[in-house]
C-alpha cells in the first residue's frame, strides 16, 4: 500500500480502534475522548507559565471551534473538574483550571494511558519497539508539519518579536551575530504595503517565521527566516519559503533576492534546491557571505 491518503485512513482506523476512542467511556473514565482530551491538555499546561491557561490558549491549541469548546468546558466544570473564572486583569477572557478532583483524574488519566500504551508495544520485540518509536516520531513530526497554518502578523506584535528574538538568538550562537537596532528596523521594513511578516503556528504555537520586503520595484528581500529546532528535518522550511515567493507575486514581484551566511549550510542548501542562484553581494550586511536571487514563474495561487 503506497496510496498517503490510504495508508493515514488505514492506520487512522487501526489506531483508534486499539486505544478505545470508539468507546464511550476512554480507558474506563466515564467519558468520551474528547471531553478527556481537553482535560488532558488543561492539566499539562505549565504549572509555571508566564501566561495563564485560557479559553482561547486551548482554542487555538486544540484547533476547536468555540461553540464546541464552551459544551466540553461546561460538561468539565458540571463534573468538578475544572474551574472556570474571569481574568480578574482582563474580564474578556477566561482563566480555567483543574480543581482537585480534576487533578486527580489527570493523574489516573496518565497512569491509563501509559497502561495502554505499553499494552500495546508488549508483544514486540525491543528492534521492533524502536523502530516504532522512530516510525511513529516521524510520523508524528510529518503529519503536524501538514497542519501547520502561515498567518501574517504585525512586525512589531509580541508574536513577531518573540520568533524574531529566537532567529536572532540562533544565528548569534552559530556565528556570533549582534542584534543592535534590528529589530527596529524589521518592524519598518516588513509591514505592509510594502513588505509582510509571516509566523508559522501549529497548535498554537510558533515554530517558524519570515519576512519579505520590496528593495526595488518588482524585486523583493527575504529576511527573517527561521524554524524551531523540533521541527528540522520536516520540510517545513521549504513550505515556508514556498509561502513567502508567493507573498512576493502578490506584491508584484517578478524576482526575490536574500543574503545568508557561510554559517547556515542547511539553508543554504534548501535556497538552492528552491532555484536560488548565487549573485554578487547587493547590500551593505557585514554579516553576509553568500548572495541569492530567484526569478519568480507565474504561478496560480
Request: proline share 5%.
Amino acid at each position: 500500500m503506497t496510496d498517503p491518503v490510504a495508508v493515514v485512513r488505514r492506520f487512522n482506523r487501526s489506531y483508534t480502534q486499539r486505544i478505545g476512542v470508539l468507546e464511550d467511556s476512554f480507558l474506563g473514565l466515564g467519558m468520551p475522548l474528547g471531553p478527556v482530551r481537553l482535560l488532558y491538555e488543561i492539566g499539562a499546561a505549565p504549572a509555571a507559565a508566564q501566561a495563564p491557561l485560557t479559553t482561547q490558549t486551548l482554542r487555538e491549541r486544540l484547533g476547536l471551534d468555540s461553540g464546541y469548546l464552551s459544551r466540553l468546558l461546561r460538561r468539565l466544570e458540571r463534573d468538578g473538574l475544572i474551574d472556570v473564572i474571569p481574568d480578574p486583569g482582563d474580564r474578556r477572557r477566561r482563566l480555567v483550571t483543574l480543581t482537585e478532583a480534576g487533578r486527580a483524574r489527570w493523574t489516573e488519566l496518565e497512569r491509563r494511558s501509559d497502561q495502554q500504551a505499553r499494552l500495546i508495544v508488549g508483544p514486540l520485540t525491543q528492534r521492533q519497539r524502536e523502530r516504532l518509536a522512530r516510525a511513529l516520531s516521524e510520523a508524528d513530526l510529518l503529519v503536524r508539519a501538514a497542519t501547520v497554518s502561515f498567518e501574517p502578523v504585525d512586525s512589531a506584535s509580541p508574536a513577531a518579536r518573540d520568533v524574531v528574538d529566537q532567529y536572532f538568538a540562533e544565528i548569534g550562537r552559530r556565528f556570533g551575530f549582534e542584534a543592535s537596532g534590528e529589530t527596529e528596523k524589521d518592524t519598518r521594513l516588513l509591514a505592509p504595503p510594502t513588505g509582510v511578516f509571516v509566523v508559522a503556528v501549529s497548535d498554537g504555537e510558533p515554530v517558524a517565521c519570515g519576512g519579505l520586503h520590496t528593495i526595488a520595484p518588482g524585486v523583493g528581500e527575504l529576511k527573517r527566516m527561521w524554524v524551531h529546532d523540533g521541527w528540522r528535518g520536516a520540510g517545513l522550511g521549504s513550505r515556508l519559503l514556498r509561502h513567502l515567493e508567493d507573498q512576493a507575486r502578490g506584491l508584484g514581484h517578478g524576482t526575490v533576492r536574500l543574503d545568508t551566511n557561510a554559517a547556515l549550510a542547511e539553508a543554504i542548501s534548501m535556497y538552492q534546491r528552491a532555484g536560488y542562484r548565487a549573485i554578487d553581494r547587493y547590500t551593505d550586511n557585514p554579516w553576509a557571505t553568500h548572495f541569492f536571487e530567484k526569478h519568480l514563474s507565474t504561478r496560480n495561487l
